[in-house]
């Protein structure tokens, strides 16, 4: 009954926003304010304050306070964010639409085409005329449409329908087979061997404003695809017949769903590098806390991700200050035990149930 009590009071919707609005904004303070150097939280308000509305001079403040909250913590916290989110939203989206808990952002190889993308442009040190030093963000999204584009056309080769046990194997197969290309060019490599295990890891760090202008349209357009078919989700995690019977056109918002979720994750990955357990973890533990009603688990997964992954990134670079970790070992450090222990949980529900 307490169980039952607390569930009811936590799958208030307008309760569940404000936890995970409260948890966004104290995660996105504590990781600008802490660092080598500490801001002050009210110091960290004021100086945004002033650069969004103007109405304090930002002179008034110490210059050098005013240079680490808006040009190396602000983007920083900024871009892992955008990233947790939308690993967490293309995570309960997928989830939903497979019909599987265990299903992630990666399952479709969407992450192995990016990274295809990226190790070849670190491999053979590619650098597109007029873009520069953005030829590995913007090869590894191009290469993670490709792969999503193959998958599709592979599982409506094998299958007319292409159910989702059928998409899930073709994406098993793709991401296998990126995955020795990835081994094969890392044994081939040389000097590039760091820098091409460094990106695989994960990381947010040395990225400013610029990589935020790349991934926020990409994260825009795929997170509004995704809320806008939040109901179809609904039907379809009921299984695709099901929702076939009340109206639902499943092949194309089968086809949508896919496309927006490989737009987010291709996106995140071409600006951070293979980061894992976010889209798994974050969409499951969402589910359990506030229901599986997609209207209010993908705008939850993306608050709940964003500080998340914000968190993460603090630990990465302040556990073994001044030297950072990956933020990939840190989200796995965390994630995996916290699924393990979900997972048994369950386990434990269907036994006793």
């Not at 904004?25 to 100086?47: M, Q, R």
């Not at 497979?98 to 491999?123: E, I, K, Q």
């Not at 290309?181 to 081939?188: G, H, N």
Request: include cysteine.
């Amino acid at each position: 009954m307490r169980r039952l009590s607390i569930l009811k009071f936590l799958n208030n919707k307008y309760l569940a926003y404000c936890i995970a609005g409260v948890f966004l904004i104290l995660s996105i303070l504590i990781g600008i304010s802490i660092g080598t150097v500490s801001v002050p939280i009210l110091t960290i308000i004021k100086i945004i304050s002033a650069k969004l509305f103007g109405l304090i001079s930002l002179e008034k403040f110490d210059p050098m306070y005013t240079s680490i909250v808006l040009n190396i913590r602000l983007p920083r916290v900024i871009l892992s964010g955008l990233v947790g989110a939308s690993l967490a939203i293309a995570g309960a989206a997928f989830q939903g639409l497979l019909r599987n808990p265990l299903a992630d952002p990666y399952t479709l190889g969407v992450s192995s085409g990016a990274s295809v993308g990226a190790v070849l442009t670190l491999f053979f040190q590619l650098s597109i005329p007029f873009i520069g030093s953005f030829t590995l963000p913007l090869l590894s999204i191009l290469f993670s449409f490709f792969t999503i584009f193959l998958v599709l056309m592979f599982a409506s080769k094998i299958e007319q329908s292409m159910r989702v046990e059928t998409i899930i194997l073709t994406g098993i197969i793709f991401s296998s087979f990126l995955g020795a290309i990835i081994s094969l060019m890392i044994a081939l490599t040389g000097d590039e061997l760091r820098q091409i295990i460094g990106w695989l890891l994960g990381s947010v760090s040395m990225r400013g404003w610029d990589y935020i202008k790349i991934i926020l349209p990409f994260f825009i357009i795929g997170s509004c695809l995704l809320l806008f078919n939040a109901k179809e989700l609904n039907a379809m995690s009921f299984g695709e017949e099901r929702a076939q019977h009340i109206g639902v056109n499943v092949h194309k918002r089968k086809l949508l769903i896919l496309t927006a979720g490989s737009i987010l994750t291709g996106a995140a990955v071409a600006v951070s590098g293979t980061i894992g357990f976010v889209g798994l973890v974050i969409p499951h533990l969402s589910r359990l806390l506030w229901g599986p009603d997609h209207r209010q688990l993908l705008p939850l997964s993306i608050i709940s991700g964003a500080g998340f992954l914000i968190l993460a990134d603090l630990i990465s670079r302040m556990i073994i200050s001044p030297t950072e970790l990956p933020i990939g070992v840190i989200t796995a450090l965390i994630g995996a035990p916290v699924f393990a222990i979900i997972l048994l949980q369950r386990k434990r529900r269907e036994r006793s149930g």
